[in-house]
């Protein structure tokens, strides 16, 4: 059986990018500073368990459901950018290039992984797609192969759908991820979107 603290650090060690020795380190250093950081980061994640929910709508996170995005009148109804998660939506955000409303896959076809069209949020994107308010949909998945491959089921998928479909500019290094994108480069692959 795990001591709280082998407990903490292995729950560290589970998250991306930090391996059993950089928890280790980060766990040693809340305990050290428990009324500074430990106590209050608890309580933050308590709150953010207990708060935070998926929009029903395009599947952001916010606290309430329809999300702010997706009930923000300032924002240009007429255009879906559809993302893999949630990590490029917030890309996009960050740049404050994109103004139109977004769509959340939940990740890519991949047969490998044995992740089909059923795991991922297709059908809610074709029934919005399908909405007479829609003129656009962007399909900004990453540049890679899982990537492409569900952008190009995507375009077959919305082929009735009526709408104008784009996708960003090839200018993004193949295999590269829109979250680890800088801001200008990720501006100037929406701007030279094309037809899919």
């Not at 409303?101 to 890519?108: N, S």
Request: aromatic fraction near 6%.
């Amino acid at each position: 059986m795990h001591s709280p603290l082998e407990a903490l650090i292995s729950q560290f060690a589970k998250l991306p990018g930090i391996g059993p020795r950089s928890a280790r380190r980060i766990v040693l250093h809340l305990l050290r500073r428990r009324e500074a950081l430990l106590y209050p980061l608890a309580n933050l994640l308590q709150d953010a368990g207990d708060s935070v929910l998926t929009c029903s709508n395009c599947g952001n996170m916010d606290t309430c459901s329809p999300c702010q995005i997706c009930t923000d009148p300032k924002r240009d109804e007429h255009i879906i950018c559809v993302v893999e998660d949630l990590a490029d939506l917030w890309a996009f955000e960050r740049s404050k290039i994109f103004r139109g409303r977004y769509h959340v896959l939940g990740g890519t076809l991949s047969a490998l992984d044995g992740i089909g069209p059923d795991q991922l949020l297709i059908e809610p994107l074709i029934r919005r797609a399908l909405s007479p308010e829609i003129e656009e949909i962007i399909l900004a998945t990453n540049a890679t192969i899982n990537g492409q491959t569900t952008a190009f089921y995507l375009q077959e998928r919305l082929a009735d759908a009526q709408v104008k479909i784009t996708q960003l500019a090839q200018g993004i290094p193949m295999g590269g991820e829109l979250d680890y994108l800088d801001d200008g480069t990720l501006g100037a692959a929406l701007k030279a979107r094309r037809l899919f």
